[in-house]
T-cell receptor
């Protein structure tokens, strides 16, 4: 079945450091891929998405490229801020009723 | 646009009571809404898909009689946790999709409801 695997957290970085959160997926067909962010005590917010191979999603300095050959959708940011501290979820839409399948989440902590 | 409101944000109640959680799409009509459960420091687990005007579709292992879902209008879905017990304590999150769009369109999430059963 379809699945999403993320690198384990927590990830702790200093402000202005480079961020990579790895995400790989297993799916039949051509899923759409998403990154969501969850701040403490809140629901999820869409961060970015990509709908086909080689698409690059970007938002707020974050970006991720849909790599079909490596079945990956790694999240990157060149310079993180303290306000980026949150849990990040990689997800795919299985094109069957719009269900989202989530990775386990990666907690990011950015220190001043 | 595409705002989803969830209410209440936090509820504490005694064991054995039933609790209703509301999920509203504020600026769009949602024919499909989703209910998730999240344990501390874990991912979201899809509980059920709520379809307006029809029965909800539950994921394997989710008790239909325990978690009652009603989607009576295009802007409101409710989740009722019946005869709640401490093991039902969790963070419940709903989401909705803007209808008549492809599966590549994102879901929009509510802010979640923290349920604590004493």
């Amino acid at each position: 079945g379809n699945s999403v695997t993320q690198m384990e957290g927590p990830v702790t970085l200093s402000e202005e450091a480079f961020l990579t959160i790895n995400c790989t997926y297993t799916a039949t067909g051509y899923p759409s891929l998403f990154w969501y962010v969850q701040y403490p005590g809140e629901g999820l917010q869409l961060l970015l998405k990509a709908t086909k191979a080689d698409d690059k999603g970007s938002n707020k300095g974050f970006e991720a490229t849909y790599r079909k050959e490596t079945t990956s959708f790694h999240l990157e940011k060149g310079s993180v801020q303290v306000s980026d501290s949150a849990v990040y979820f990689c997800a795919l839409s299985d094109n069957q009723g719009g269900k989202l399948i989530f990775g386990q989440g990666t907690e990011l902590s950015v220190k001043p | 646009g595409a705002v989803v409101s969830q209410h209440p944000s936090w509820v504490i109640c005694k064991s054995g009571t039933s609790v209703k959680i509301e999920c509203r799409s504020l600026d769009f009509q949602a024919t499909t809404m989703f209910w998730y459960r999240q344990f501390p420091k874990q991912s979201l687990m899809l509980m059920a898909t709520s379809n307006e005007g029809s029965k909800a579709t539950y994921e394997q292992g989710v008790e239909k009689d325990k978690f009652l879902i009603n989607h009576a209008s295009l802007t409101l879905s409710t989740l009722t946790v019946t005869s709640a017990h401490p093991e039902d304590s969790s963070f419940y999150i709903c989401s909705a999709r803007v209808p008549v769009t492809g599966w590549d369109q994102p879901q929009h999430f509510g802010d979640g409801t923290r349920l604590s059963i004493l």
